[in-house]
């Protein structure tokens, strides 16, 4: 039977399929976050570079050299920062279309035996109460960017937000490609909607007690004097502190902001200038929240958008652990 002359060879990629697999490597890409990718890119860096060193190829995957490669660095890293750059090498051989047995018995023993011998129980950033966070934000100045850190420190502690979801917040719906959500403002408070770790998720900020305290009243003061009415709800401000710029702030910016305010404000003075900015990050927002809150565990929960409760309450330093005695209730 004579093939049909319109028909096209299944061999040649047609240019719908060239774009179709562009595509999937934007949507392969995206399935990370941007802070993961540049950590990963840097792991496999190091790795590269420690290979280069020994005068032993990178390429391909060998599971014995990357065992190596973790014995020396458990000398230096923490046992969560050997499994993050486990996870950058495998990352970087698929990147080169090559896979790492991360299964074989050279990385399985060697991991097994660094958690052993160095695994500590993690060491926790200082949850901030609200007393602390109004003495941090009465540190700040009364300027344009003093103005944008005081709505950051309320709205990142009354949201629970991480640190990627303050700065990825947009003015409105699909205002930038880069955004991470946006908020909505009513007479009762905002609606953070927030494309986060587990999905899409919604947000109540409501208004606070007081001027002075209110997250919202803090937004919207900021967004007024900065004359945003649309991009990325937090941005750099100009040298001369006159006017917001157009660039969204990195995230990296709330753990300075955090740190910056908590040594200004005097907090926790019975320790060392290097132990309190080691104890306060961007991650002191979110515990605060969760550990201060007199309402609901569900209902915080809800706020951090954990998908479990037993995360919320790893959050919840402050947390009446024996609020519930099972050993009197079970009589004794």
């Given at each position: 039977?004579q ?10 990629p ?21 802070n ?9 860096a ?23 490669y973790?014995?020396?660095r ?30 074989d ?17 993690p060491v ?13 934000a ?8 003093g ?10 502690f009354?949201?629970?937000l ?31 909607i927030?494309?986060g ?23 919207e003061?900021w ?14 401000v ?11 702030l990195?995230d ?16 926790r ?46 959050y ?17």
């Open positions: 039977m093939e049909d002359e319109r028909t096209p060879p299944l061999a040649a047609t240019k719908a399929l060239e774009q179709l697999a562009e595509a999937a490597q934007d949507y392969a890409r995206a399935a990370a976050s941007e993961t990718l540049r950590a990963y890119a840097q792991d496999w190091d790795f590269s570079r420690w290979c280069r060193l020994r005068g032993a190829p990178a390429l391909p995957p060998s599971p014995e050299l990357v065992g190596l973790l014995t020396e458990a000398g230096t890293l923490t046992v969560s920062s050997l499994e993050r750059r486990l996870a950058g090498i495998s990352w970087g051989y698929r990147q080169r279309g090559m896979v790492l047995d991360r299964g018995r050279h990385i399985v023993t060697v991991m097994k035996g660094i958690r052993r011998r160095h695994a500590r129980p926790q950033k200082a949850p901030l109460s609200a007393e602390e966070l109004l003495a941090m009465a540190t700040l100045p009364r300027d344009l960017r103005f944008r850190d005081r709505a950051m420190l309320l709205l990142g009354a949201g629970a991480r640190r990627s979801e303050l700065t990825g917040l947009d003015l409105n719906r699909e205002d930038t490609g880069d955004g991470a959500g946006w908020v909505e403002t009513e007479e009762q408070g905002a609606l953070l927030l494309r770790k587990t999905g899409w998720r919604e947000v109540e900020v409501g208004r606070g007690s007081t001027e002075r305290s209110c997250p919202v009243a803090a937004l003061r967004l007024e004097l900065a004359r945003i009415s649309h991009g990325p709800l937090f941005r750099r100009s040298r001369d502190g006159r006017r917001a710029m157009d660039g969204r990195n990296r910016h709330v753990a300075r902001l955090v740190k910056s305010a908590a040594l200004a404000a005097g907090l003075p019975e320790l060392g200038e290097a132990e309190r900015a080691a104890l306060f990050s961007g991650h002191s927002l979110r515990a605060g929240l969760a550990s201060h809150a007199d309402a609901a565990d569900r209902d915080i929960q809800r706020q951090l958008g954990h998908a479990s409760l037993e995360m919320t309450r790893r919840q330093r402050k947390r009446d652990r024996f609020r519930v005695n099972l050993t009197k209730a079970a009589g004794l």
